[in-house]
């Protein structure tokens, strides 16, 4: 199975410098709170899908060496050999690290995640992948 590094921006920060000082700092705060990184929940489902996928592989071995496939059609041996390396390519990945990387809030307003439109989208995905390459910059791993 493929490894992966996954990089994750965070646009609202679990952990922050200092504590709110007023009523505007701590609804700001709660919001990143609601919206913070999920990214824990969806590493421990990635490990269990690996252990299902490595579970399947087993199987799919056994049957490959001690089935009698030739009972099968051609067609649904090749339908299952595509859902098997369909699986195992698009989820058949274990994660070897996460590198967090945190958006910098130069004017932290409470309004801000309130605007959906795809301009002000395109700019927080440009922002969050400038700032990824300037870390990584940083750190030499680009």
Known sequence: MAEKKII???NYPKTIESLPENLQEVLHRARDII?????????K????ITKYLRFIDELYKIVEE????SKLD??????????????????????KSIRYITREE??????????FSATAIKNSIREG??????VLRIRGEE
């Open 74 to 95: 051609i067609e649904t041996r090749r339908k299952i050999q595509s859902k098997y390396n369909k699986f195992k390519m698009e989820r058949g990945a274990e994660i």
């Open 45 to 48: 489902m990635s490990r269990v």
């Open 35 to 43: 919206f913070s990184d999920k990214t824990l929940h969806n590493v």
């Open 66 to 69: 001690h089935a009698d496939i």
């Open 106 to 115: 130069k004017h932290p307003h409470i309004y801000e995640n309130a605007d």
């Open 8 to 10: 994750v921006v965070e």
């Open 129 to 134: 992948e400038t700032r990824a390459k300037e």
